[in-house]
């Protein structure tokens, strides 16, 4: 939040720049934030993301490669014409998110059944949730323009010997057995077509969920809903 503005000569602002160098590379790697506001009025959940609600809130930054700068072999990070941006806003029953997905490479959107692996051959959308900051029953939502779910939580990471539960690895009434029922989704293509392997065509779609606090907050019993003026 900008709390106000100031004027500084041009020695004092490169003190100050100074003073502040040795913290930059670790503000530089710590993650974007991204303040949601409350929402009065309850968000239908139809793929449309020009809807009232979504219009007065501002896009993220673009996502970049999941593996960073610095990281990603070259050439290997998504071009300028490859965008993912977000929106998301609140109310007292639901986290709701908006995307919109632009690509000139082929999107695949083949499994058709909830539960499916999608994250091994499709192009998704993925949403992790840590309502309790601890990295253990954590949420991940997967969905591909299909608007085929996955849905998934993750006991502790897998690097602690953490394993995955839903309904793709067990049933109903098994240890590993994880679902969610509160969740809404909808996805819209917006130019283009899935599955489609012609070079450099564009395609754009889009993304809208409601998460329910309900179920976010399962298997956390030291966190709670938001509340206004929380993000």
Not at 23 to 45: C, E, G, K
Not at 100 to 125: C, G, M
Not at 126 to 154: I, Q, R, T
Request: include cysteine; aromatic fraction near 10%; hydrophobic fraction near 35%.
């Amino acid at each position: 939040t900008i709390v106000g503005a100031f004027a500084a000569s041009p020695a004092a602002a490169a003190a100050a720049a100074a003073a502040s160098s040795p913290f930059d590379p670790h503000w530089a790697r710590y993650p974007r934030q991204f303040s949601a506001p409350y929402t009065p009025i309850p968000v239908a959940i139809t793929g449309d993301i020009n809807k009232l609600q979504w219009q007065s809130i501002p896009w993220s930054e673009p996502f970049d490669e999941i593996r960073g700068a610095d990281d990603a072999p070259s050439g290997t990070r998504p071009p300028a014409s490859c965008s993912t941006r977000i929106k998301m806003c609140w109310d007292d029953d639901y986290l709701y998110i908006a995307a919109l997905i632009e690509s000139d490479r082929e999107v695949l959107a083949e499994f058709t059944e909830r539960n499916s692996p999608i994250f091994q051959k499709d192009s998704d959308f993925e949403v992790f949730v840590d309502p309790g900051g601890s990295c253990h029953a954590y949420k991940e939502l997967e969905l591909n323009a299909n608007n085929v779910v996955w849905n998934l939580m993750l006991d502790r990471p897998y690097g602690d010997g953490g394993s995955e539960h839903s309904g793709r690895v067990a049933k109903p009434g098994d240890a590993q057995y994880y679902d969610v029922n509160g969740l809404k989704s909808a996805t819209k293509i917006l130019q283009g077509k899935v599955n489609d392997s012609t070079p450099n065509s564009k395609v754009v779609w889009s993304v809208e969920i409601a998460l329910s606090h309900k179920d976010t907050l399962n298997n956390h019993p030291w966190a709670s809903t938001p509340t206004t003026g929380s993000h």
